[in-house]
């Protein structure tokens, strides 16, 4: 056999997430020597690298058809990767910059923060792009075991460190599951190869027929943890409300979307060929009712809660559901390439709302070390207008009123349930969006109805920053969604070329 | 020289049945460190699978995806044991069913 030469590794398109991970290692060296005064250069840094790259990364669209592999196929390039480079890229900009000031304020101003978030970020990335079961595996535990750690940034505070106790504990017990079901689908199939699967799939090669379905549903279940699908999200809510408020925020987007694009890769690449009834592929119905359960429990129990972090970790897992009714319709094949678009523009839509929300409650939380409350949005719109009105739009969004992005991945999502032949789900989705105005609404109207004690906090200028940037996000992809969708529906997975 | 014909069903029954013990003992034991055993083990039962099938298809990528999970599973040792350690300092106790301060 002959060695492969530098060329045939194609680094170059690599670059958005070895290059994250590399410059983690800059940044994580650089800040041991940062003085107190000068740890500014931490997130100067950060943000340096990520915008650079992010611009890096727009020129990967379209590549030709030569370099959409790396490492002899483990690293697909294809456009699915670069959309989900840049909702990756654009979620640890907000991470970054909504924890600046607060991990000062409440003395967690540890430099670990950034290199971990960026690490976590490259994990992320490599999901999407994974071409090889093995690389899905490293890439799932890249993006997992820095955010165990960060969850428990804030020791000795008890309920930091309990969250990043379950979250490592049930986390571990999804890779388990998850390199599980690699192992029988492996031995199935004779491959770990994503194309390679497909086609032994395809063509009937397979050693088991029960061997591969155990497999896929093992991995469908290690993958449903990190999305926080229905009945694999026990631990989101704990883990939510415990974490330090701005790795929350970060978490609730950066693992759902590693999740996500690593669902979609195996499900999408490798398993379409999996018997069901009909055209459709045998998972279709699975996750179908895993989108809906999801749905559904997600948005009922949010109703009773009070705790901000934890309401919005139901509603995270609300959102999962959504994004599950769009994998579900990617099983038919007519449909496939819209759900899969259609997917992706949630994520980015759902990236800028949560990130949005969440650098909100990090500004009105309290230095004390408790969690922020519904009524501590009482009559926020005295005392900081732009901060409500932000949050409004936000919660709006969530909640599928125009005009703002939420409203127009939900549609796409909807259709692409509805062509998929799945018109009940759709239902399901329209009727529990309908809940969801119920709790997402009890914050406007406790911040422009209810009266407040009236106390303007200090002014924090990073996290107002990046509130009017997630919020400028939620608003142009409200209005202007055809800009995106665009980018999006190139990205659909040219999978079956091998 | 061909390797000797494998009787692989052996191989996937044995690492069911331990994958199974560890899943079982995640659920029921309550010592943290027992937990991330129990784990350990269900990652250990896929690694038997994986090597398994590599010998059964006289492959390497199965025993070198072996390396990937053990090397990942040293990682999630070193994180693991450090939250543990972190926790037991500030409760004296690493009981899971005494984390219970996060609930509705």
């Known amino acids: 056999m002959e060695l492969p030469t530098l060329q045939d590794l194609n680094l170059a398109v690599t670059l958005p997430s070895m290059g994250l991970a590399l410059w983690a290692c800059v940044v994580l060296a650089v800040g041991l020597f940062l003085p107190e005064r000068r ?30 592999s790396a490492f002899l196929g483990m690293y697909r390039a294809d456009n699915f990767t670069a959309f989900v480079n840049l909702i990756a890229l654009v979620t640890a900009f907000f991470g970054v910059l909504m924890a600046y000031e607060y991990l000062k304020r409440t003395h967690i101003d540890r430099g670990e923060y950034y290199p971990l978030l ?32 960060m969850s428990g940034l804030r020791r000795p505070n008890a309920a930091s460190e309990e969250s990043a106790l379950k979250y490592f504990l049930l986390g571990a017990f999804s890779s388990a599951f998850l390199v599980y079901g690699v192992a029988l689908v492996y031995g199935a199939a004779g491959s770990t190869d994503l194309s390679e699967i497909f086609h032994r799939v ?16 093992l991995m469908l279940v290690g993958l449903g943890f990190k999305v926080a699908a229905v009945p694999f999200h026990m631990w989101t ?54 989108a809906a359960l999801t749905m559904i429990l997600g948005n009922v129990v949010a109703i009773a809660q009070r705790d901000v972090k934890r309401m919005l970790g139901y509603s995270s897992i609300a959102h999962a559901g959504y994004i599950l009714m769009g994998a579900a319709a990617a099983g038919s094949p007519d449909v496939r390439d819209f759900a899969v678009s259609a997917s992706l523009f949630y994520l980015l839509a759902y990236a800028f709302t949560n990130l949005g929300a969440f650098a909100v409650t990090v500004a009105i939380e309290k230095d004390d070390a408790t969690n922020p409350q519904l009524d501590d949005f009482n009559g926020l719109s005295k005392t900081r207008p732009v901060l409500a009105l932000a949050m409004a739009l936000f919660m709006l969004s969530l909640t599928g009123i125009p005009p703002t992005a939420g409203v127009v991945g939900k549609f796409f999502l909807f259709q692409a349930a509805v062509n998929a032949g799945m018109v009940w789900l759709a239902l399901i989705g329209v009727i529990t969006s309908v809940v969801s105005a119920f709790y997402y609404l009890r914050i406007v109207v406790n911040m422009y109805l209810r009266e407040g004690p009236g106390e303007a906090q200090a002014q924090r200028s990073f996290l107002g920053v990046a509130v009017g940037l997630a919020a400028v996000g939620t608003f142009v992809l409200g209005v202007a969604p055809v800009l995106f969708l665009d980018l999006a529906q190139r990205a659909v997975l040219v999978a079956l070329g091998g | ?17 331990l ?37 059964f298809y006289n492959q390497m ?26 926790i037991f300092r500030t409760r004296r106790s690493i009981n899971i069913d005494e984390l219970s301060r996060l609930k509705d």
Not at chain 1, 130 to 144: I, P, R, Y
Not at chain 2, 3 to 16: G, R
Not at chain 2, 62 to 80: K, N, P, R, Y
């Open chain 2, 1 to 17: 020289m061909e390797p000797a014909p494998l009787n692989i069903s052996a191989y996937v029954v044995l690492s069911a049945i």
């Open chain 1, 118 to 149: 960026l690490i976590s970020t490259s994990g992320a990335m490599l999901m999407g792009a994974s071409g090889d079961l093995a690389v899905l595996f490293v890439a799932l535990e890249l993006l997992s075991i820095p955010l165990y750690i």
């Open chain 1, 202 to 217: 395809n063509a009937g090669l397979i050693l088991d027929q029960g061997l591969l379905l155990a497999g896929a549903g």
């Open chain 1, 39 to 68: 740890r500014h250069w931490n997130l100067v840094l950060s943000l340096g690298g990520i915008v650079a790259l992010f611009l890096y990364n727009l020129t990967l669209f379209d590549l030709p058809a030569d370099r959409q």
């Open chain 2, 61 to 86: 990528d199965g025993q070198i995806l072996v390396f990937f999970v053990m090397t990942v599973a040293a990682a999630e040792v070193a994180v693991g044991l450090a939250l543990i350690v972190v």
């Open chain 2, 19 to 55: 994958f199974a013990m560890g899943a079982l003992g995640v659920l029921i034991r309550r010592n943290a460190i027992l937990v991330f055993m129990s784990v350990e083990l269900m990652l250990n039962a896929a690694n038997l699978a994986l090597i398994a099938f590599a010998r």
């Open chain 1, 237 to 290: 809510p704990d883990v939510y409300q415990g974490a330090p408020t701005a790795v929350t925020g970060y978490m609730s987007v950066g693992a759902k979307l590693g999740g996500f694009a690593g669902l979609l890769r195996v499900f999408i690449v490798a398993l379409p060929a999996v018997s069901g009834a009909g055209d459709a592929t045998g998972w279709q119905d699975t996750i179908a009712l895993i």
